[in-house]
T-cell receptor
Framework: DAGVIQSPRHEVTEMGQEVTLRCKPI?????LFWYRQTMMRGLELLIY????????DSGMPEDRFSAKMPNASFSTLKIQPSEPRDSAVYFC??????????FGPGTRLTVL | RKEVEQDPGPFNVPEGATVAFNCTYS??????FFWYRQDCRKEPKLLMS???SGNEDGRFTAQLNRASQYISLLIRDSKLSDSATYLC???????????FGTGTRLKVLA
């Protein structure tokens, strides 16, 4: 059984560069979530989609962050331009309407 | 405002001990809760769902106390491999969004 797939697993970039994180949810799941985790703030929900439609993006820090879900099997989270304070682990998770969210392995982002 | 509160620990316990964590929540209307386990530098993994009747899976028991608005996780006969951070989750009943606690660190010592 393939779980949630994320790429890249690690990303090191310089301030000002564009960063694109990718996620493939578990087949059949209808909800997809993007989280960010840091030591200081813990796990924060950035945005979530239901049936490919963004439902709540209130957690997106600012306009530099954007997310898309063009189809049921793919989503991207883009940061442009990136800043050092964006350094964190970014997780994608998917679920059916209820019953638990399943997380991908995460992308560890470092912005220099 | 953080709505899910957990003792960050660490809880250091000897192998074979029984350990319990509590987690408080603020929305009395919430119906669904979960416990996740997160190992260092790994993703959170679903450990158990917690419904009104509680839940038991082997050495792990999760319970819900609606009157006092807390959920608990009990680990019996703890193993070295149980060492991890345990995250409490409240599911918002209107939006299905998860509200995560900051986690409780457990270290099981040989």
């Amino acid at each position: 059984d393939a779980g949630v797939i994320q790429s890249p697993r690690h990303e090191v970039t310089e301030m000002g560069q564009e960063v694109t994180l990718r996620c493939k949810p578990i087949s059949g799941h209808n909800s997809l979530f993007w989280y960010r985790q840091t030591m200081m703030r813990g796990l924060e929900l950035l945005i979530y989609f239901n049936n490919n439609v963004p439902i709540d993006d209130s957690g997106m820090p600012e306009d530099r962050f954007s997310a898309k879900m063009p189809n049921a099997s793919f989503s991207t989270l883009k940061i442009q331009p990136s800043e050092p304070r964006d350094s964190a682990v970014y997780f994608c998770a998917s679920s059916l309407t209820s019953g638990g969210q399943f997380f991908g392995p995460g992308t560890r982002l470092t912005v220099l | 405002r953080k709505e899910v509160e957990q003792d960050p620990g660490p809880f250091n316990v000897p192998e074979g001990a029984t350990v319990a964590f509590n987690c408080t929540y603020s929305n009395s209307a919430s119906q669904s809760f979960f416990w996740y386990r997160q190992d260092c530098r790994k993703e959170p993994k679903l450990l158990m769902s917690v419904y009104s009747s509680g839940n038991e899976d082997g050495r792990f028991t999760a319970q819900l106390n609606r009157a006092s608005q807390y959920i608990s996780l009990l680990i019996r006969d703890s193993k070295l491999s149980d060492s991890a951070t345990y995250l409490c989750v409240e599911e918002d009943s209107g939006t299905y969004k998860y509200i995560f606690g900051t986690g409780t660190r457990l270290k099981v010592l040989a």
